[in-house]
């Protein structure tokens, strides 16, 4: 049997796109899918209530190409999917307490019925790995670990390399290069950040968090920052991660107090500071400096403490691929046909999803973008 098309990939995009996929027109479909159920990732997504879209999202939330992902927006906007998933029972709602605007699902759970209901008239291959793609008299035969796949077209939404365990892979890229695609440079990215011998006090605060602003050049990303046993993570570290190269970024860790005004008097500099202690005992420490009375440090103490609203410092890395949220860079979107997602150098060849190099920042902005490339590629398939 040949396949009208095979969707390689039972994730976000590959379940979008099939869900949107004319009935009529493409009555033979299948989804070829490692995990032995569907949408692993979605299924952990916020916290197992996947945070699915965000209320104020543009094309400066993204890295990749602007017009391409403000084009995207246009047609398939936060409320195009909002009413999509009412439309289908499934009712997120406005929780901006971590990250502003962000709309989260009473349970991942929901969105994955609501897919598998759509989806039901298509074949699924679950626990079915694909190793290759070969293009041969017209048709495409898939390589998978059990078995050859025949298909017309073929849809790569195979995602990123991000979480292994959950079933990432490499073969969109694979596939990519294969049929001459350029791939512009993959990092792990929402991720958290390794940090260098000066910055291993950060190890001791692991648990602590605290309200923080970091900066990265020229931008400014303000929210939770958490301590963890290998550096810091939490949503502002997450999200500064998307537009981290290299080299130094700095953290206020007192957004919303002014410095000056709390170095005077005679308390001592921990209860002073309206920050956990054990943040300012290990911050101090860090600067070979004593907890003491403000009115007994000495000007080059107080400079050091001051540092607190701009702390630099050159993270060592990142948590890697097995923690990160998503993969930055990705299949070069120039050679991919924007009003189809076919590939512009092998026909009936589509790629959509986080293989692209298209990736958003942390509060709903991937799954919304994923989403308005797999309705773009099925409606115009
Ligand atoms: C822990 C975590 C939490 C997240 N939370 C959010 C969130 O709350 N909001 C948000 O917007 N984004 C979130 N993301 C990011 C979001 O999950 C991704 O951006 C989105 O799932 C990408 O969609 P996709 O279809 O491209 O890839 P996926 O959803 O990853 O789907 C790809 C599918 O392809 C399958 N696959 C891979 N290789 C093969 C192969 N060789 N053969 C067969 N099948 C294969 C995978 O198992 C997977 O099911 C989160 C990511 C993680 C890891």
Request: contains cysteine.
């Amino acid at each position: 049997m040949i396949y009208d098309v095979a969707i390689i990939g039972g994730g976000a995009s590959g379940l979008m796109f099939a869900s949107y996929l004319n009935k009529r027109k493409y009555k033979n479909a299948c989804i070829i899918e490692t995990n032995t159920k569907l949408a692993q990732k979605l299924k952990v997504s916020g916290g197992s209530k996947c945070n699915i879209t965000n209320d104020k999202i543009t094309s400066k939330n993204y890295l990749g190409d602007e017009s391409l992902v403000s084009n995207l927006l246009k047609e398939y906007s936060n409320k195009d999917l909002l009413e999509f998933l009412n439309k289908n029972n499934v009712h997120p709602k406005l929780n901006p307490k971590i990250v502003k605007g962000t709309y989260f699902c009473n349970s991942s759970q929901d969105v994955i019925d609501m897919f598998s209901k759509l989806t039901s008239h298509i074949k699924k291959y679950l626990d079915t790995k694909v190793l290759d793609l070969e293009f041969k008299n017209d048709v495409y035969e898939i390589k998978t670990n059990k078995q050859k796949i025949l298909a017309k077209k073929v849809v790569v939404s195979s995602g990123g390399l991000s979480y292994p365990a959950l079933g990432a892979s490499s073969v969109a890229y694979d596939i990519a290069k294969k049929f001459g695609h350029t791939i512009e440079k993959c990092e792990p990215a929402l991720v958290g950040y390794t940090v260098q011998k000066d910055q291993f006090w950060f190890k001791k605060l692991a648990g602590v968090s605290l309200y923080a602003n970091i900066f990265i050049d020229n931008r400014k990303f303000e929210g939770s920052l958490l301590f963890a046993h290998k550096g810091c993570s939490g949503p502002v570290v997450l999200t500064s991660s998307l537009f981290w190269q290299k080299g130094k970024i700095a953290v206020d860790f007192l957004p919303k107090e002014n410095i000056d005004k709390l170095l005077v008097g005679n308390k001592n500099i921990s209860t002073a500071i309206p920050l956990p202690k054990r943040f300012i005992l290990e911050f101090l420490e860090s600067l070979d400096i004593k907890d003491k009375p403000i009115n007994k440090l000495t000007n080059e103490e107080l400079q050091k403490i001051k540092t607190i609203k701009y702390y630099e410092f050159a993270p060592a890395g990142n948590f890697g691929y097995t923690k990160a949220e998503v993969t930055k860079g990705g299949i070069n979107t120039n050679e991919i046909n924007h009003s189809t997602f076919e590939s512009n150098l092998q026909k009936n060849l589509y790629f959509i999803g986080e293989c692209l190099d298209v990736t958003g920042q942390l509060g709903g902005f991937n799954f919304q973008i994923v989403f308005a490339q797999s309705y773009r590629c099925a409606i115009n398939f």
